[in-house]
């Protein structure tokens, strides 16, 4: 069965505290998204990986295909970064379906 | 770059009418267009997949005459709720796919529909 576990399920940190949530998946997939969903429900698409590292401003998420493993950094936090975090994989397929992980609610305290 | 709208973003109706969401793919081409659907402090669950110039591909569970899907170009694709009752007061969320990438995605930033 093709599942995202994510973990921690939630985080609070200090604002500028490096932050990590972590996300693993089955084998198999084409391509793993990460995605903020602030408090009013908006969904931000943050990054799409098949591999390796990528980095936009304070975030970075990285990728190893051998572990089956993301994980997405946010470096110098900040209360503005509160939201949920939702890593989802896609499992390829015609369709491209994606199968979403619960989510990692993060609190970041001034 | 890629950059996917909705609209509305919100939208209160009574019951008994339609509402009508549109999602746009702004800077690319999308052959194909997901729709989800959220309720609270769940996940996203998705309702159809919805292919340019065909008929939309309904999830088990999802009424395809309740929920009625048109894609009709590569940058538009609307989910009409039909007939709208207070259950299916949700966060409808849109995702395209760009045209000829098997796995590039991008969301949209939702619409949360309330139905009174």
């Known amino acids: 069965k093709n599942e995202v576990e994510q973990s921690p399920q939630n985080l609070t940190a200090q604002e500028g505290e490096f932050i990590t949530i972590n996300c693993s998946y089955s084998?198999?997939?084409?391509?793993l998204h990460w995605l903020q969903q602030h408090p009013g429900g908006g969904i931000v698409s943050l990054f799409m990986l098949s591999s390796g590292k990528k980095k936009h401003g304070r975030l970075i998420a990285t990728i190893n295909i051998q572990e089956k493993h993301s994980s997405l950094h946010i470096t110098a936090s900040h209360p503005r970064d509160s939201a949920v975090y939702i890593c989802a994989a896609n499992y390829g397929g015609s369709q491209g379906n994606l199968i979403f992980g619960k989510g990692t609610k993060l609190s970041v305290k001034p | 770059g890629a950059v996917v709208s909705q609209h509305p973003s919100w939208v209160i109706c009574k019951s008994g009418t339609s509402v009508k969401i549109e999602c746009r793919s702004l800077?690319?081409?999308?052959?194909?267009m997901f729709w989800y659907r959220q309720f609270p402090k769940q996940s996203l669950m998705l309702m159809a997949t919805?292919?340019?110039?065909?008929?939309?591909?309904?999830e088990q569970g999802v009424e395809k005459d309740k929920f009625l899907i048109n894609h009709a170009s590569l940058t538009l694709s609307t989910l009409t709720v039909t007939s709208a009752h207070p259950e299916d007061s949700s966060f409808y969320i849109c995702?395209?796919?760009?045209?000829?990438?098997?796995?590039?995605?991008?969301f949209g930033p939702g619409t949360r529909l309330t139905v009174t």
């Open positions: 919805s292919n340019e110039g065909s008929k939309a591909t309904y």
């Open positions: 084998v198999g997939i084409s391509a």
């Open positions: 995702s395209a796919r760009v045209a000829g990438a098997a796995y590039e995605q991008y």
């Open positions: 800077d690319f081409q999308a052959t194909t």
